[in-house]
């Protein structure tokens, strides 16, 4: 069984950067293709970013692109995601998730899902 744990949230200012990671301490992320998520109050959970399992291919949402950066780094089985030039808009929950299907961007897809991490971001 999968389980992801998110980390790497906190409250910043607008237009600094935060790095969030997701890892699974248990089992291995290798054959997982890994997206990231969001939620903000009253609003419902949307697509940021994903990374397929190798690492060959990625997508983002258009609020992310050019902003954000997903990788991992297999050998420490951890997923990030680096945001940069962060805007109040950005605040969210942010959540990991995994499945083994590919590049996807609809949460429905994803099969395991972290406990989320909270981003904050003031003016």
């Known amino acids: 069984q999968v389980q992801l744990v998110e980390s790497g949230g906190g409250l910043v200012q607008a237009g600094d950067s935060l790095r969030l990671s997701c890892t699974d301490s248990g089992r291995t992320l290798t054959y997982y293709a890994m997206g990231w998520f969001r939620q903000a109050p009253g609003k419902d959970r949307e697509f940021v970013a994903a990374v397929n399992w190798d690492s060959s291919s990625t997508y983002y949402a258009g609020s992310a692109k050019g902003r954000f950066t997903i990788s991992r780094d297999a050998a420490k089985n951890t997923v990030y995601l680096e945001m940069n030039s962060l805007k109040p808009e950005d605040t969210a929950v942010y959540y990991c998730?995994?499945?083994?299907?590919?590049?996807?961007?609809?949460?429905?897809?994803?099969?395991?899902w972290g406990q989320g991490t909270q981003v904050t971001v003031s003016s």
């Open positions: 998730a995994a499945q083994q299907e590919g590049i996807l961007d609809d949460s429905e897809d994803y099969d395991y």
